[in-house]
T-cell receptor
Framework: ETGVTQTPRHLVMGMTNKKSLKCEQHLGHNAMYWYKQSAKKPLELMFVYNFKEQTENNSVPSRFSPECPNSSHLFLHLHTLQPEDSALYLC???????????FGEGSWLTVV | SQELEQSPQSLIVQEGKNLTINCTSSKTLYGLYWYKQKYGEGLIFLMMLQKGGEEKSHEKITAKLDEKKQQSSLHITASQPSHAGIYLCGAASYSGGGADGLTFGKGTHLIIQP
């Protein structure tokens, strides 16, 4: 248990579906992140939120839409995804003034 | 942008043997992080190194950062089945840059043979 909880752990969705991934951290951190992990690729940073404000968007397609309603919760809204978007999506959190990042267990996404 | 090269990509080691995994950066490292991941699961934080020449140990795992702060090694002594998994190094591209997210290497897959 790392203090970062992701739901669902597994998700299968069609290309026309709309779904969301949820992340909640119980560590009192003020920065949250979404990473994508695909086979044979390094972890890709998707979005960064510091103090609920988005500070990083690494050229992620608009079919991925993040939402950070407060410093403990982070969502990734998914809409009209492609099969190549199938991957493990990892949420993480940290304190802005401390570099160590703690990860959740991940959400396995399969787009059919 | 910073790139991290890990070597080897995969490693099969007999139980009880020692092993070393390397992580090399194209730029100066302001923070080097080692994580372990079991397939399909999240990353577990192992250690962080910041100073040139720094060395840290946790149980049978030792990590070092070279003086130039461009290379780190992770050494496991007397490997056990519980050490099996994917080891990833991550780096901050500037001091305090961890809050902007880390850059990761592709990982080293470690298999421990009984």
């Amino acid at each position: 248990e790392t203090g970062v909880t992701q739901t669902p752990r597994h998700l299968v969705m069609g290309m026309t579906n709309k779904k969301s991934l949820k992340c909640e951290q119980h560590l009192g951190h003020n920065a949250m992140y979404w990473y994508k992990q695909s086979a044979k690729k390094p972890l890709e940073l998707m979005f960064v939120y510091n103090f609920k404000e988005q500070t990083e968007n690494n050229s992620v397609p608009s079919r991925f839409s993040p939402e950070c309603p407060n410093s403990s919760h982070l969502f990734l809204h998914l809409h009209t995804l492609q099969p190549e978007d199938s991957a493990l999506y990892l949420c993480a959190s940290s304190q802005v003034d401390h570099d160590t990042i703690y990860f959740g267990e991940g959400s396995w996404l399969t787009v059919v | 942008s910073q790139e991290l090269e890990q070597s080897p990509q995969s490693l099969i080691v007999q139980e009880g043997k020692n092993l070393t995994i390397n992580c090399t950066s194209s730029k100066t490292l302001y923070g080097l992080y080692w994580y372990k991941q079991k397939y399909g699961e999240g990353l577990i934080f192992l250690m962080m190194l910041q100073k040139g020449g720094e060395e840290k140990s946790h149980e049978k795992i030792t990590a070092k950062l070279d003086e130039k702060k461009q290379q780190s090694s992770l050494h496991i002594t007397a490997s056990q089945p519980s050490h099996a998994g994917i080891y990833l190094c991550g780096a901050a591209s500037y001091s305090g840059g961890g809050a902007d997210g880390l850059t990761f290497g592709k990982g080293t897959h470690l298999i421990i043979q009984p």
